[in-house]
């Protein structure tokens, strides 16, 4: 008689993470940035202001800047992007809106994650960058008693942390 094998799904950490964090962005040079932890959102939503499409070499592109000029890591520096497209949000208030979308890599736990990232204009919120769903279900646990899980451990060989 011969033997089945069955093939056992690849076993992927999970992480525990709280309802806010920092995050790194190495892409645009940006670390340690302040994100909450949203599994309401589907996609990750980042700050960012003057969006304009352009055309270089003949291929569609997307301009934007990072930030406001008074967080700590605004550089003032305009980014480009080939890899966008547009798509509708529905927002907190329940409005549909356009944003255009961009793949990054986002690190946290010490581990890089290509994820889908939105531009929005978050200048009245607490935290300039939202961590939605696409990217959490990838290995994450959300324990919202918690929180800076991934930057504690970034920096626990370093100083203490409260």
Known sequence: MEK??????KERPI????DSDHI??????VFDLACRIDTGAAT???????????????????SFMLLDPEHPSYQNKKYY??????????NSFGQTEKRY????????FGKKFKTEITLADREKMKFPLLLGRKLLRRGFLVDVRQKDLSY???YQNF????
Not at 4 to 9: A, E, G, L, R, T
Not at 24 to 29: A, G, H, S, V, Y
């Open 4 to 9: 089945k094998v069955i093939n056992k799904p």
């Open 15 to 18: 992480y525990l993470i709280g």
């Open 24 to 29: 790194d962005l190495p892409e645009f040079n």
């Open 44 to 62: 990750s939503a980042l700050h960012c202001h003057n969006v304009e499409l352009h055309t270089i070499n003949g291929k569609p592109a997307i």
């Open 81 to 90: 992007s080939f890899e966008f497209f547009e798509k509708v949000i529905k």
């Open 101 to 108: 979308s961009i793949k990054t890599t986002v690190v946290l």
């Open 152 to 154: 504690r451990l970034k």
């Open 159 to 162: 100083i203490n942390l409260p």
